[in-house]
């Protein structure tokens, strides 16, 4: 699996278009593949993106409007008909179990795989595992929505010079990780003498929500923000209505929370322009870029 890019596997907001379909968002990462907000059609996007759906190891729904959940139900058929081996995890708002629930058996069939359940019902750590630390925040859009933040664990990274120096080999630069120190030759030779921390990296999705400050705190420091921006300036008193942001609001929060990439998505069917969408936003903050079904994200150095 390629490691560490975004697919665009649709950018629309509730009502999809002759280019945009319902939102979804795949992160290929350490090897597993992170799978936001599934709309309507997401298995036949995969299709069309010429990426097989069993990549998909967590499932990710930030609330349980429509355009957000209805592909949830076909994703989890499809992997169970290709029959993965690996556990699928599904994250969502816990006071919407009920959803959940009417979405995973929508349909008859027989389940062969293992699927596990993280029903959010608050802020903060949702679960720590070997690769990831999954965080939630609540947002703004008048029913339950989450906002995550994906932080891969930080991981020791040797100097090869150094390594050579100290006359570390083989099996003992393992042994040197575990245990903190080795000696060679009569010399103690400490970790911290070979290696350096890389700090993982983050990356923040922010989907349906009214301009806050919760957003801002979930994206601090990101390497990527994924932040809807339904609307343009010129329609704000829309977005304020129907709580959620404009290009500009959601360059704010990527301003605000040091992020080095802004992703914006979720777009109103009546633009079909978006241009218009990254010209306002870069006004703010630069480094902004849209989302266009089918299109590679790679992840900033």
């Given amino acids: 699996m390629s490691d560490k890019d975004i697919i665009i596997l649709g950018s629309s907001s509730q009502q999809p278009t002759r280019k945009r379909n319902h939102g979804a968002y795949l992160i290929r990462w350490n090897e597993e593949g992170l799978l936001f907000d599934p709309g309507e059609g997401t298995q036949r996007q995969f299709i069309f993106a010429n990426i ?4 998909v190891n967590r499932i990710f729904v930030s609330h349980f409007h429509g355009d957000h959940c209805l592909g949830l139900g076909s994703m989890l058929m499809r992997l169970n008909l290709d029959k993965v ?20 058996h929508g349909c008859v069939y027989h389940q062969v795989i293992d699927i596990k359940e993280h029903p959010v019902a608050k802020d903060g750590l949702v679960q720590k595992d070997d690769k990831f630390i999954i965080e939630a925040n609540f947002l703004e859009h008048g029913i339950d929505s989450v906002g995550w933040r994906i932080t891969e664990k930080d991981r020791i990274k040797f100097d090869k010079e150094k390594l050579k120096k100290f006359k570390v080999f083989g099996p003992n630069v393992r042994k040197l990780e575990e245990i903190g120190e080795i000696v060679i030759d009569g010399k103690t030779i400490r970790l911290t003498d070979v290696s350096w921390v890389r700090k993982g990296d983050a990356i923040a999705v922010v989907l349906d929500t009214k301009y806050t400050e919760r957003a801002v705190d979930i994206a601090k420091d990101a390497k990527i923000l994924i932040c809807e921006s339904t609307f343009l300036e010129t329609e704000k008193e829309l977005a304020r209505k129907y709580l959620h942001m404009t290009a500009k609001e959601a360059a704010t929060v990527a301003k605000k929370a040091n992020v080095q990439m ?28 849209v989302a266009e079904d089918f299109k590679k994200i790679k992840f900033p150095n």
């Avoid at 097989?52 to 990549?55: D, E, K, L």
């Avoid at 995890?89 to 979405?103: A, G, M, R, T, V």
């Avoid at 979720?266 to 218009?276: E, I, N, P, Q, V």
């Fill in 85 to 104: 081996d690996h556990t699928v995890h599904c994250y969502y708002p816990k006071s919407h179990q009920k959803n959940f629930d009417y979405l995973r």
């Fill in 52 to 55: 097989a759906p069993t990549c």
């Fill in 262 to 289: 802004l992703i914006l998505t979720h777009f109103s069917a009546r633009y079909t322009d978006l241009s218009l969408f990254e010209k306002e936003a870069r006004a703010v903050f630069e480094n902004t870029y």
